[in-house]
């Protein structure tokens, strides 16, 4: 699988059209673009970039939610409910960034949120992200659905803060082979997201009658493990299609249950994140499992609309667990100021998801990179407004909640 890329573009984007008209054509100028102004400002901006930039089908299977996208507006609206209090002359000329999350040092409070399918977005897809993470020092959760295999992004990463990213399939054995190559490919942790037991019904998918998948995107992963290319047989191989189908009846496992954890937690000495927590009950769980952390998040509402916003389901959460413990959060987070709002509730970092899609839609790793900067750069205001002295220690006293909104 080596090198392969799974819809047969050319993995070369230095002259990406989409590039040059950002003026980004050859940059390799890790300041940024030859001609800044021409970046998107804003993430409103950076989505209507991406848009223009990819196809229309592409662009709503990213950008969509499910059904009426109630829960998709409700991760945004969240953030508005809460306002920062900040502190005046708080002598914080220095104010760190960094956080440490179940022994790993990341130089900024977010990770990149596991996203399947990124050649959707760009033919380089999980590798150009793989590439700008990785210069940025931002911890990378590779996604299960990634369009390239996860020795390939491990590759493109090199040594450094990745996690893998676990759909439970419900094929036992295909599951331990992956387990196996995440860990046999060094990542440091393993994220079983658990939100997903069938991929939500999604308006504009169904209207687009469109999935990604049968062209073969977001089947990395797949395709490239012995044990499911065994059970595709010799005759399918490269037939996307077949393999998309056989993922297809893979997928679906609503019989996954608690009791399934310890095969798992017996399988691997490396941290268990559970992503998909929005319930105290739930994340109380977890723990008893033997989960070493939790992940509050609605899938960046794609799976049940209508379910609470991750950003209020985070009190719950932190509250039914030890202050010790480890929550992040994804789910609606934009700015700088909602990552620093997180933070103050109660979550020690968080994902980004979108953004960074849309940044490689729009120029690429260029784009991916001008992403981070931005968001690290509005922390780092943030932060530094706001009185505080670092990502670690902003506590609730760092925000307020707005009745009746
Ligand atoms: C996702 N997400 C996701 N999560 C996961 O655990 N495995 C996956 O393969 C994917 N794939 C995926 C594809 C796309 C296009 C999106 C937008 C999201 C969910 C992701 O990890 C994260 O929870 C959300 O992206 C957070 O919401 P926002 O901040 O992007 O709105």
Redesign the pocket.
Known sequence: MAGSNPHGHEPQREDDPRSQRLGTSGNTDPDGPSAPESWPVGSAEWECRAREAMGRQSFD??AGGAGEEGTLRA?REAFDRWALRPRVLAGNAEHDLSVEILGLQAPVPFFL?????QTLAHPDGELAVARAAAAAGVPMIV???ASFSMEEIAQAYGEGPRWY?LYWVNDREVVESLVDRAIASRHRAIVL?ADTPIVGLRDRDARNAYSPFPMGHGIGQYTSDPVFRRRLGTGAEGNSQAAADLVARMFANYSLAWADVSWLRDRTDLPLLL?GILTAEDARRSRDAGFDGVIV?N????QLDGVIAALDALPEVREALDGDSVVLL????RRGADVVKALAIGCNAV?L??PY?YGLAVAGRAGVEHVLRTMRTEIDTTLGLLGAHSARRVDRAFVTRIHGL
């Not at 949120?113 to 399918?117: L, T, V």
């Not at 899938?299 to 794609?302: F, K, L």
């Not at 994804?330 to 987070?333: A, C, N, P, V």
């Open positions: 299977w990213i991760n949120a596991p996203i399947g399918a996604s299960q659905a990213q997201t992503k998040s899938h960046g509402g794609r994804d789910s609606g987070i994902l998801g979108r899609l």
